[in-house]
């Protein structure tokens, strides 16, 4: 080592350099000049990373030379952080591990398991919306799926080019700012329950507990076609949650087919039979929640034309479809206020039904019934 300013410089090199040393000295310190942190040989072949951010409850990884090698180094740094004791004591609910992923792309071999409480991951990105335009500047997971099962477990950032699943009834999971591919954010078997904090993620179709049970909360996401407990084209599901200005892009959203009784607030469905309409299967559902301004452009949703409207609609809007919306053949004995038809009619209210300043907008016709 060579002294400069009266400090120590450590030889320097590459990924690829310092992994070919093979009669390093215990202790001894080099410098990634591709990772830009230091490494500690722990070996006379084997080292750790020192530099950065990694401390007894941190263990940093950034990109290098090339999206493989950094795959590999991501799933190396996943394993070193769920040995870390922060602060001297195991791991807790309050004696939290994280990985913190520098902004790049990784390259998996194999699906990274996500499998250890109290251990979070952190993107080291400006985003924390999910949203498309930051995806360039983000962290970026390819190659391999992504499966958190951890019950108890943070994931902040993290851009996976595949499904980026999440644990089986995990009410502590939490995924700020995430983004997958097709069928992310639900259970990798796809027949469980998505219970977990969703906020301002985004994913493909059949996303958010699609033909599943969605129990948790979802704020601010996006889900092309079958989202949030949607139908898949086979099964339908269950959408129990809380959902607030959750959007999904395309038909048989929002427990089409299924059942449709937790809160929906300021969401929207693109396309045909949103919140328990009627799929493409021209199967309807049970619309038993409560509705706040919610807009289902697509038609034959809210029960669809022959299932059940028995929920609470407030300022909601909806169009016709091939069927109609509301059940116009079914249950009708939920309570509607200054809702909106955009298209069609109100379907006449039964049992306990009521509906007060409701309007059709093609005849601007004011209803109240029951």
């Known amino acids: 080592d060579t002294v400069e300013f009266g400090g120590f410089v450590p030889p320097a090199g590459t990924t690829a ?45 950034n990109a290098g030379a090339s999206s493989a090698e950094n795959g ?73 799926t992504v499966n958190v099962t951890a019950a108890d477990v943070y994931v902040n950032g993290l851009h996976v080019s595949t499904s980026l699943y999440c644990g089986d009834n995990k009410p502590l999971q939490v995924f700020i700012g995430c983004l997958g591919a097709s069928s992310s954010f639900r259970t990798k078997a796809g027949t469980g329950t998505t219970a977990g904090t969703f906020i301002g ?21 996006l889900s092309g076609q079958g989202g949030f407990g949607g139908f898949n084209l086979t099964t339908a599901g269950v959408a129990s949650g ?32 949103g919140f328990a309409g009627a799929n493409t299967s021209f199967i309807s559902g049970t619309a038993s929640g409560v509705f706040i301004r919610c807009r289902a452009t697509g038609g034959d949703a809210f029960g669809g034309f022959n299932g059940t409207a028995s929920g609470t609609f407030r300022n909601c809007e909806a169009a016709a479809g091939l069927g109609g919306s509301y059940a116009p053949s079914g249950t009708v004995t939920g309570e509607w206020s200054y809702c909106t038809m955009t298209t069609g009619t109100f379907p006449a209210v039964t049992g306990a039904g009521k509906m007060r300043m409701c309007l059709e907008e093609a005849t601007m016709t004011e209803v109240n019934q029951g």
């Open 72 to 144: 590999s180094a991501l799933a190396a740094a996943y394993a070193k952080a769920k040995t870390l004791t922060p602060n001297g004591s195991a791991l807790s609910t309050t004696n939290r591990a994280v990985l913190a992923v520098g902004c790049g792309v990784y390259s998996l071999a194999s699906e990274l398991l996500v499998d250890a409480d109290f251990v979070d991951i952190i993107g080291l990105s400006n985003n924390t919306r999910g949203d498309a335009d930051a995806v360039k500047y983000s962290v970026r997971v390819e190659g391999s």
């Open 242 to 273: 809380t959902f607030t200005r959750c959007t999904v892009v395309g038909s048989n959203g929002f427990a089409s087919s299924g059942t449709a009784s937790g809160t929906f607030i300021d969401c929207e469905a693109t396309g045909q039979g």
């Open 201 to 221: 993620c985004r994913g493909g179709v059949n996303c958010f507990g699609c033909a599943e049970t969605a129990s948790g909360t979802f704020t601010d996401c």
């Open 17 to 61: 350099e310092i992994d070919a040393v093979t009669t390093a000295v215990i202790g001894q310190v080099m410098f990634d000049t591709d990772r830009k942190g230091q490494v500690r040989f722990t070996g006379a072949s084997n080292y750790e990373n020192i530099g950065g951010l990694s401390s007894s409850a941190v263990i940093q990884v």
